[in-house]
């Protein structure tokens, strides 16, 4: 009976310690490095429908930067949060990241926030637009807000 009570504690832990991928509807905040192709200006009062990738990195508390997150408000469900800090030297951990199909709407910068406030070394130079399609999108370290389907990867 011990040894039962041993093993399904520990597969009680090994299964908490597995991360799975979340699905749902509702709404997904992005604070830190993301990617989107709609074509607005940035602002809260310019909403499109398009697609969102939220990609926070980890965090280097050395930087002078704060860590980056992902805000969940699912339609059904409790609200549920992901900070880049908590991933921070887990070896091979993987970061979660997040899509989502939706109303969007985003901002450039973070608002004087200081998760992505750049210097040279901690930011890559811009690159020229490519194409029409490019310069009609978003991709880099701000702030972005999308009402739609969402799925997190590792949350």
């Not at 699905?23 to 490095?33: A, I, Q, R």
């Not at 860590?67 to 908590?86: H, L, N, R, Y």
């Not at 200081?114 to 690159?127: I, K, L, V």
């Amino acid at each position: 009976y011990s040894r039962m009570k041993i093993a399904l504690t520990v597969l009680v832990f090994a299964l908490h310690q597995v991360s799975a991928d979340w699905s749902g509807t509702g709404e997904l905040s992005c604070y830190g490095h993301l990617a989107t192709d709609v074509s607005t200006p940035e602002g809260g009062g310019n909403l499109q429908r398009g697609k969102m990738d939220c990609t926070i990195v980890e965090w280097d508390g050395s930087s002078g930067l704060g860590p980056e997150a992902m805000f969940f408000k699912p339609q059904s469900g409790g609200d549920f949060e992901v900070w880049s800090w908590d991933y921070h030297d887990w070896g091979n951990w993987p970061m979660p990241y997040a899509h989502c199909d939706g109303d969007i709407w985003y901002k450039k910068d973070d608002m004087g926030v200081g998760y992505c406030t750049c210097t040279p070394a901690h930011c890559p130079p811009a690159s020229p637009w490519k194409s029409l399609e490019e310069e009609r999108s978003y991709t880099g370290c701000g702030f972005a807000s999308c009402v739609g389907t969402i799925t997190c990867y590792g949350c």
